[in-house]
């Protein structure tokens, strides 16, 4: 009984979390509607449709192989962690690398020829949350749901504050004075782009 009163325990912490994060998610839909034209916007929804390919792709299947290999005796959790997280991470360095090569040609096939840093950035994006994949699959295995939690929810509220700076409060500061302190952090021609640069500081961070 206790086995099945912990495993519903960190369900419902696991499935919280998530919830409290789309839901923050959701309450920034409309500040980002009002701030930006659907044309703006569509340029996120866009490049968060490529995400679900590939948040897949740059793992390779070793969030789960990690699961299946740390309890294996000739493996163990050290040895099947470090393996996964060292995969991981060197394929999402080519990947990285072959963006850099391409970066201008596919920014201009995907009409977005004038702004090739929304590809970079995407990609970074990418990369940082596929190779965190791995650690936050052993807070999973490792029973560590609240500090799992935690991390999740602290990402989601400082991509939150980033966009509300970036997006609300910089411009107000910038519009009355463009010589402020904002002004070496901040470029109007910039514009949709602070959405995805949130992101990046929020996945590094």
Sequence with gaps: MSIIR???????????SSIFGRFLNYLLV??????????????????????????VL???GFETGYFRFRDKEHTGPD?????????VVLVNLGFFALILLVNTQ?????????H???????????????IA????????????????????????????LLSLFFIIYCPKVYAADPESWVAPIYNPAIGI??????NLMASGF
């Design 116 to 130: 090739p840093e929304y590809v970079l950035c995407f990609s970074l994006i990418l990369i940082m949350d596929a």
């Design 79 to 87: 040895i099947a962690y470090s393996t996964a997280l060292m995969f």
């Design 6 to 16: 912990k495993l519903a325990s960190q369900t419902a912490v696991y499935g919280l």
């Design 58 to 60: 740059l793992l390779f």
């Design 133 to 160: 994949s791995i650690p936050f699959a052993r807070l999973r295995a490792e029973n560590k749901a609240f500090r799992f939690a935690g991390i999740k929810i602290i990402e989601i509220g400082v991509a939150v």
């Design 30 to 55: 409309p500040l980002y509607t009002y701030y930006f034209t659907a044309a703006e916007y569509g340029v996120v929804s866009e490049f968060y449709a490529y995400a679900g390919f590939f948040s």
């Design 106 to 114: 596919l920014s201009a096939a995907l009409n977005y020829a004038n």
């Design 193 to 198: 782009g602070y959405i995805f640069i949130a």
